[in-house]
């Protein structure tokens, strides 16, 4: 009904949306965690499933009701494990952080080692670190990358799982550019006898379309987001290929952690699924990394020095120490010019977390809008002209900003963003 209408209803929200709308749509989004959900997965996310309580499991609820809530969330279920070739996905995680806790909550005790990524090197905090519930309430060990390669030294791995005996080890992370071994990370699981969780949350996309190796088959337990690369709503995946790990992960979900699921954003990651099952995705997926890889190069031929040397995924850290300019201020003239992107910690940082030396890039987001290895270079280049004019000088940098900002919503233009009206 029209007098329902958000804009009727609620025309400052209605507007602030229009405007976040428009900002996305002239906006070269190069935020490693983001995406564009496509409008099925829209209007997946907006339906009446919001309205329904569902506490429990397809035919064991503790509400009435659930004739089409199970078939949905089966169906969810059934396309997650169709995609990834897992035998138990559990789909009811609220997001990324939870689904992590509910690893913690299954296999370990208050008080138990846990073994991860330190957040400076690429790890994320819910893996062990100190200011986490997960830091707080278990003890955490870490380990890093190597100073002169910027890679995981997997023989450090080995020496401190040996030392430490962990009950669980992490692997994954939030800002890790080369690929994952999991076959090497499953064999010191094993040899110290540790759950090996892999956190996909930022390569599930790429796994999914064949553009990273997957983790089935050496990790125990697989944690994932739906959003990122996989392009679907807000929410959270984990999965397992044995009865043992997936009891005890859906009793740590619900009722450990969780009341009723959000059935809206079910049926999303359900869309999701769907789509990530066809042919067009796992072109989508390569491009991702092809796009990835074309705009470290355009970055590297600039002077611009990037951790480990490249990427071999979608995501890109940047260290700016030799341009003279922090993290924070390149972020948001980036920003500014249309660029948008994080600051980011870089390994063996000697600045402050919240005004870092290093930015974190990825083009998940650009390949959705279709844009292809010729856009990546004229990224690279908006991308330095923005960072050296800055270093130089304010008032120049003030004048490049404006003018890159122009040029970056004519490339926009013709580029339209999946799901944007």
């Given at each position: 009904m029209a007098e329902n209408s958000l804009h009727v209803v609620d025309p400052e929200i209605a507007e602030l949306i229009k405007a976040e709308e428009r900002r996305q749509a002239d906006t070269v989004k190069l935020i490693a965690s983001e995406n564009y959900v496509s409008k099925a997965v829209l209007a997946a996310t907006g339906t009446v499933l919001t309205n329904k309580y569902s506490e429990g499991y397809p035919g064991k609820r503790y509400y009435e009701g659930q004739q089409v809530i199970d078939q949905i969330e089966a169906l969810a279920i059934e396309r997650a494990k169709a995609v990834f070739g897992v035998n138990h996905a559990n789909v009811q995680p609220y997001s990324g952080s939870p689904a992590n806790l509910a690893i913690y909550l299954a296999f370990l005790q208050p008080g138990d080692t846990v073994m991860g990524m330190g957040l400076p090197f690429g790890g994320h905090l819910t893996h062990g670190w100190s200011v986490s519930a997960t830091g707080k309430w278990f003890n955490p060990v870490r380990y890093g990358v190597r100073k002169d390669t910027g890679r995981i030294d997997l023989d450090e791995v080995r020496e401190i799982a040996l030392r430490e005996r962990p009950k669980l080890i992490f692997c994954g992370g939030t800002a890790i550019p080369r690929t994952i071994d999991f076959?090497?990370?499953?064999?010191?699981?094993?040899?110290?006898?540790?759950?090996?969780?892999?956190?996909?949350?930022?390569?599930?996309?790429?796994?999914?379309?064949?553009?990273?190796?997957?983790?089935?088959?050496?990790?125990?337990?697989?944690?994932?987001?739906?959003?990122?690369?996989?392009?679907?709503?807000?929410?959270?995946?984990?999965?397992?290929?044995?009865?043992?790990?997936?009891?005890?992960?859906?009793?740590?979900?619900?009722?450990?952690?969780?009341?009723?699921?959000?059935?809206?954003?079910?049926?999303?990651?359900?869309?999701?699924?769907?789509?990530?099952?066809?042919?067009?995705?796992?072109?989508?997926?390569?491009?991702?990394?092809?796009?990835?890889?074309?705009?470290?190069?355009?970055?590297?031929?600039?002077?611009?020095?990037?951790?480990?040397?490249?990427?071999?995924?979608?995501?890109?850290?940047?260290?700016?120490?030799?341009?003279?300019?922090?993290?924070?201020?390149?972020?948001?003239?980036?920003?500014?010019?249309?660029?948008?992107?994080?600051?980011?910690?870089?390994?063996?940082?000697?600045?402050?977390?919240?005004?870092?030396?290093?930015?974190?890039?990825?083009?998940?987001?650009?390949?959705?809008?279709?844009?292809?290895?010729?856009?990546?270079?004229?990224?690279?280049?908006?991308?330095?002209?923005?960072?050296?004019?800055?270093?130089?000088?304010?008032?120049?940098?003030?004048?490049?900003?404006t003018r890159v900002h122009g040029e970056v919503r004519e490339l926009t233009s013709h580029f339209p963003a999946p799901g944007l009206s």
């Amino acid at each position: 009904m029209a007098e329902n209408s958000l804009h009727v209803v609620d025309p400052e929200i209605a507007e602030l949306i229009k405007a976040e709308e428009r900002r996305q749509a002239d906006t070269v989004k190069l935020i490693a965690s983001e995406n564009y959900v496509s409008k099925a997965v829209l209007a997946a996310t907006g339906t009446v499933l919001t309205n329904k309580y569902s506490e429990g499991y397809p035919g064991k609820r503790y509400y009435e009701g659930q004739q089409v809530i199970d078939q949905i969330e089966a169906l969810a279920i059934e396309r997650a494990k169709a995609v990834f070739g897992v035998n138990h996905a559990n789909v009811q995680p609220y997001s990324g952080s939870p689904a992590n806790l509910a690893i913690y909550l299954a296999f370990l005790q208050p008080g138990d080692t846990v073994m991860g990524m330190g957040l400076p090197f690429g790890g994320h905090l819910t893996h062990g670190w100190s200011v986490s519930a997960t830091g707080k309430w278990f003890n955490p060990v870490r380990y890093g990358v190597r100073k002169d390669t910027g890679r995981i030294d997997l023989d450090e791995v080995r020496e401190i799982a040996l030392r430490e005996r962990p009950k669980l080890i992490f692997c994954g992370g939030t800002a890790i550019p080369r690929t994952i071994d999991f076959p090497a990370f499953a064999e010191i699981a094993k040899e110290v006898g540790a759950v090996l969780a892999a956190d996909i949350a930022h390569i599930a996309g790429l796994v999914a379309g064949g553009a990273h190796p997957s983790p089935v088959g050496h990790a125990d337990v697989i944690s994932t987001t739906t959003h990122k690369t996989l392009r679907g709503p807000r929410g959270a995946m984990l999965m397992a290929t044995s009865d043992e790990h997936a009891t005890a992960i859906n009793k740590a979900v619900f009722p450990g952690l969780q009341g009723g699921p959000h059935n809206h954003t079910t049926a999303a990651i359900a869309v999701a699924l769907h789509e990530a099952a066809t042919e067009e995705f796992r072109d989508y997926a390569r491009q991702v990394v092809l796009n990835a890889k074309a705009l470290a190069e355009e970055l590297i031929s600039r002077g611009f020095d990037l951790v480990s040397g490249g990427t071999d995924n979608h995501l890109i850290l940047m260290d700016l120490t030799p341009k003279g300019i922090g993290g924070k201020p390149a972020a948001q003239a980036l920003d500014k010019a249309g660029l948008e992107t994080n600051y980011n910690s870089v390994p063996f940082d000697t600045r402050k977390p919240f005004d870092p030396s290093g930015i974190r890039i990825g083009t998940a987001g650009v390949t959705s809008r279709g844009m292809g290895v010729a856009e990546m270079r004229q990224i690279g280049a908006w991308m330095d002209q923005v960072v050296s004019a800055l270093a130089k000088d304010e008032d120049e940098a003030k004048h490049v900003i404006t003018r890159v900002h122009g040029e970056v919503r004519e490339l926009t233009s013709h580029f339209p963003a999946p799901g944007l009206s």
